[in-house]
Protein backbone atom coordinates (compact mmCIF):
# COMPACT_ATOMS: atom_id res chain seq x y z
CA UNK A 1 0.00 0.00 0.00
CA UNK A 2 1.04 3.80 -0.36
CA UNK A 3 2.85 5.65 2.48
CA UNK A 4 2.83 8.48 3.82
CA UNK A 5 3.99 11.20 0.70
CA UNK A 6 4.46 14.88 1.08
CA UNK A 7 4.22 17.71 -1.55
CA UNK A 8 6.31 19.36 -2.73
CA UNK A 9 9.35 17.22 -2.20
CA UNK A 10 11.51 20.66 -2.28
CA UNK A 11 10.15 24.24 -2.03
CA UNK A 12 12.29 27.40 -2.11
CA UNK A 13 10.80 31.21 -1.78
CA UNK A 14 11.60 34.67 -0.51
CA UNK A 15 11.28 36.02 3.01
CA UNK A 16 8.11 37.05 4.04
CA UNK A 17 6.10 35.32 1.54
CA UNK A 18 3.70 32.78 2.57
CA UNK A 19 3.83 28.31 2.01
CA UNK A 20 1.95 25.62 1.84
CA UNK A 21 3.05 21.89 2.89
CA UNK A 22 1.05 19.32 2.11
CA UNK A 23 0.87 15.52 3.82
CA UNK A 24 -1.35 12.80 2.49
CA UNK A 25 -1.46 9.75 5.19
CA UNK A 26 -1.38 6.57 5.58
CA UNK A 27 -5.21 5.57 4.64
CA UNK A 28 -6.94 4.59 7.79
CA UNK A 29 -4.58 6.39 9.92
CA UNK A 30 -6.34 8.51 11.99
CA UNK A 31 -3.04 10.31 14.16
CA UNK A 32 -0.93 12.85 11.92
CA UNK A 33 2.17 14.68 13.11
CA UNK A 34 4.32 17.64 11.52
CA UNK A 35 7.92 17.26 12.24
CA UNK A 36 11.06 20.11 11.63
CA UNK A 37 14.24 19.05 11.12
CA UNK A 38 17.41 21.51 10.80
CA UNK A 39 20.54 20.10 10.19
CA UNK A 40 22.43 17.73 12.58
CA UNK A 41 18.96 17.47 14.50
CA UNK A 42 16.77 15.30 14.77
CA UNK A 43 12.72 15.74 13.82
CA UNK A 44 11.34 18.49 15.98
CA UNK A 45 7.58 18.04 17.17
CA UNK A 46 5.62 20.52 15.90
CA UNK A 47 1.86 19.48 16.28
CA UNK A 48 -0.47 16.54 16.36
CA UNK A 49 -3.51 16.09 14.94
CA UNK A 50 -6.46 13.21 16.38
CA UNK A 51 -8.46 13.17 13.22
CA UNK A 52 -9.45 16.32 12.43
CA UNK A 53 -8.66 18.77 15.44
CA UNK A 54 -5.20 19.37 16.49
CA UNK A 55 -4.85 17.10 19.69
CA UNK A 56 -1.11 19.07 20.95
CA UNK A 57 -0.01 21.98 19.05
CA UNK A 58 2.43 22.60 21.68
CA UNK A 59 5.49 22.36 18.92
CA UNK A 60 4.39 25.38 16.58
CA UNK A 61 7.25 28.00 17.22
CA UNK A 62 4.87 30.83 17.11
CA UNK A 63 1.72 32.22 15.24
CA UNK A 64 3.01 32.14 11.78
CA UNK A 65 2.76 28.62 11.69
CA UNK A 66 -0.76 26.88 11.60
CA UNK A 67 -1.86 23.36 10.30
CA UNK A 68 -5.26 22.06 9.25
CA UNK A 69 -6.78 18.78 8.60
CA UNK A 70 -10.54 19.28 7.63
CA UNK A 71 -11.62 16.25 6.47
CA UNK A 72 -9.18 13.83 8.84
CA UNK A 73 -7.15 12.99 6.45
CA UNK A 74 -4.88 15.62 4.36
CA UNK A 75 -2.88 17.64 6.23
CA UNK A 76 -1.52 21.38 5.45
CA UNK A 77 1.36 22.80 7.48
CA UNK A 78 0.86 27.20 6.43
CA UNK A 79 3.67 29.46 7.46
CA UNK A 80 3.11 32.92 6.52
CA UNK A 81 5.34 35.76 6.11
CA UNK A 82 8.40 33.09 5.79
CA UNK A 83 11.92 34.26 7.53
CA UNK A 84 15.31 31.98 7.05
CA UNK A 85 15.05 30.83 10.53
CA UNK A 86 12.34 28.85 8.99
CA UNK A 87 14.93 26.79 6.37
CA UNK A 88 14.37 23.07 7.51
CA UNK A 89 12.90 19.72 6.19
CA UNK A 90 9.17 19.24 7.19
CA UNK A 91 8.08 16.04 8.29
CA UNK A 92 4.92 14.41 8.52
CA UNK A 93 4.31 11.16 9.89
CA UNK A 94 1.01 9.03 10.74
CA UNK A 95 0.19 6.45 13.10
CA UNK A 96 -3.11 4.39 13.93
CA UNK A 97 -4.63 4.85 17.07
CA UNK A 98 -4.85 2.01 19.41
CA UNK A 99 -8.00 1.25 21.69
CA UNK A 100 -6.37 2.73 24.37
CA UNK A 101 -5.71 6.46 22.82
CA UNK A 102 -2.39 5.83 22.36
CA UNK A 103 -0.32 6.30 18.94
CA UNK A 104 3.10 4.05 18.91
CA UNK A 105 4.83 3.24 15.55
CA UNK A 106 4.99 6.39 13.36
CA UNK A 107 5.19 5.95 9.67
CA UNK A 108 7.25 9.05 8.21
CA UNK A 109 7.25 11.00 4.85
CA UNK A 110 10.50 11.80 2.95
CA UNK A 111 9.83 15.42 3.95
CA UNK A 112 9.42 18.81 2.55
CA UNK A 113 12.92 20.55 2.46
CA UNK A 114 11.64 24.43 2.39
CA UNK A 115 15.00 27.26 1.46
CA UNK A 116 13.92 30.77 2.85
CA UNK A 117 16.45 33.23 0.63
CA UNK B 1 15.97 21.40 26.75
CA UNK B 2 16.71 18.27 25.11
CA UNK B 3 14.63 15.59 26.47
CA UNK B 4 16.52 12.60 24.71
CA UNK B 5 20.13 12.62 23.50
CA UNK B 6 22.31 11.05 21.42
CA UNK B 7 25.81 12.11 22.30
CA UNK B 8 27.67 10.24 19.63
CA UNK B 9 27.44 11.83 16.64
CA UNK B 10 28.99 9.54 14.51
CA UNK B 11 29.89 5.49 14.75
CA UNK B 12 32.29 3.28 12.32
CA UNK B 13 32.35 -0.25 12.23
CA UNK B 14 33.95 -2.87 10.73
CA UNK B 15 31.02 -5.23 8.84
CA UNK B 16 30.54 -8.51 10.80
CA UNK B 17 31.00 -6.81 14.28
CA UNK B 18 28.84 -5.27 16.78
CA UNK B 19 27.08 -1.99 16.36
CA UNK B 20 26.37 -0.37 19.52
CA UNK B 21 24.29 3.42 19.87
CA UNK B 22 23.21 5.19 22.71
CA UNK B 23 21.08 7.01 23.80
CA UNK B 24 20.07 8.87 27.36
CA UNK B 25 16.75 10.68 28.64
CA UNK B 26 16.04 12.81 31.14
CA UNK B 27 12.09 12.38 31.50
CA UNK B 28 11.44 9.71 34.32
CA UNK B 29 7.66 9.73 32.46
CA UNK B 30 8.64 8.57 29.15
CA UNK B 31 6.82 5.08 28.80
CA UNK B 32 7.62 4.30 25.24
CA UNK B 33 11.42 4.40 23.08
CA UNK B 34 11.38 3.82 19.48
CA UNK B 35 14.62 3.38 17.22
CA UNK B 36 14.42 4.73 13.76
CA UNK B 37 16.54 4.45 10.55
CA UNK B 38 16.86 7.18 8.54
CA UNK B 39 18.80 7.19 4.92
CA UNK B 40 19.53 10.61 3.08
CA UNK B 41 16.38 12.20 1.17
CA UNK B 42 14.39 9.35 2.88
CA UNK B 43 11.96 10.18 6.11
CA UNK B 44 12.94 7.99 9.16
CA UNK B 45 11.84 4.44 9.10
CA UNK B 46 10.58 2.40 11.97
CA UNK B 47 13.38 0.19 13.23
CA UNK B 48 12.51 -1.41 16.72
CA UNK B 49 10.74 -0.32 20.18
CA UNK B 50 10.27 -1.18 23.63
CA UNK B 51 8.07 0.00 26.25
CA UNK B 52 9.15 1.17 29.96
CA UNK B 53 7.71 -2.52 31.24
CA UNK B 54 10.80 -4.14 29.58
CA UNK B 55 14.45 -4.39 29.77
CA UNK B 56 15.03 -6.22 25.98
CA UNK B 57 13.61 -6.58 23.08
CA UNK B 58 15.08 -8.75 20.27
CA UNK B 59 14.23 -8.63 16.45
CA UNK B 60 16.18 -10.10 14.06
CA UNK B 61 19.65 -8.81 14.18
CA UNK B 62 18.51 -6.09 16.15
CA UNK B 63 18.28 -5.56 19.80
CA UNK B 64 17.67 -2.26 21.98
CA UNK B 65 18.14 -2.64 25.74
CA UNK B 66 16.25 -0.42 28.13
CA UNK B 67 17.62 0.75 31.36
CA UNK B 68 15.09 2.23 33.43
CA UNK B 69 17.28 3.75 36.36
CA UNK B 70 20.00 5.36 34.08
CA UNK B 71 17.74 6.65 32.08
CA UNK B 72 19.55 5.09 29.57
CA UNK B 73 19.04 2.45 26.16
CA UNK B 74 21.09 1.45 23.52
CA UNK B 75 20.59 -0.59 19.86
CA UNK B 76 22.80 -3.37 19.42
CA UNK B 77 23.31 -4.68 15.75
CA UNK B 78 24.93 -7.85 15.29
CA UNK B 79 25.92 -8.75 12.59
CA UNK B 80 26.71 -5.33 11.52
CA UNK B 81 26.38 -4.80 7.50
CA UNK B 82 27.09 -2.33 4.98
CA UNK B 83 23.55 -1.75 4.24
CA UNK B 84 22.93 -0.97 8.00
CA UNK B 85 25.00 2.61 7.27
CA UNK B 86 22.29 5.31 7.98
CA UNK B 87 21.55 8.12 10.90
CA UNK B 88 20.09 6.47 13.48
CA UNK B 89 17.22 8.48 15.86
CA UNK B 90 16.33 6.90 19.04
CA UNK B 91 12.79 8.65 20.44
CA UNK B 92 10.39 8.52 23.64
CA UNK B 93 6.89 9.45 24.10
CA UNK B 94 5.66 10.94 27.16
CA UNK B 95 3.14 8.74 29.13
CA UNK B 96 0.39 11.29 29.38
CA UNK B 97 0.34 12.53 25.76
CA UNK B 98 0.86 11.14 22.21
CA UNK B 99 4.42 13.73 21.96
CA UNK B 100 7.36 12.16 21.04
CA UNK B 101 10.83 13.57 21.33
CA UNK B 102 13.75 12.76 19.43
CA UNK B 103 17.42 12.59 19.83
CA UNK B 104 19.88 14.89 17.46
CA UNK B 105 21.07 11.18 15.54
CA UNK B 106 23.99 8.95 15.35
CA UNK B 107 25.33 8.35 11.99
CA UNK B 108 26.46 4.49 11.61
CA UNK B 109 28.80 3.85 9.03
CA UNK B 110 29.42 -0.21 8.69
CA UNK B 111 32.86 -0.65 6.55
CA UNK B 112 33.10 -3.66 4.41
Known sequence: GAGVSQTPSNKVTEKGKYVELRCDPISGHTALYWYRQSLGQGPEFLIYFQGTGAADDSGLPNDRFFAVRPEGSVSTLKIQRTERGDSAVYLCASSPTVLSGRTDTQYFGPGTRLTVL | ?112
Not at chain 2, 26 to 39: A, I, P, Q
Not at chain 2, 87 to 102: D, E
Request: hydrophobic share 30%.
Open chain 2, 1 to 112: DQQVKQNSPSLSVQEGRISILNCDYTNSMFDYFLWYKKYPAEGPTFLISISSIKDKNEDGRFTVFLNKSAKHLSLHIVPSQPGDSAVYFCAARGNNFNKFYFGSGTKLNVKP
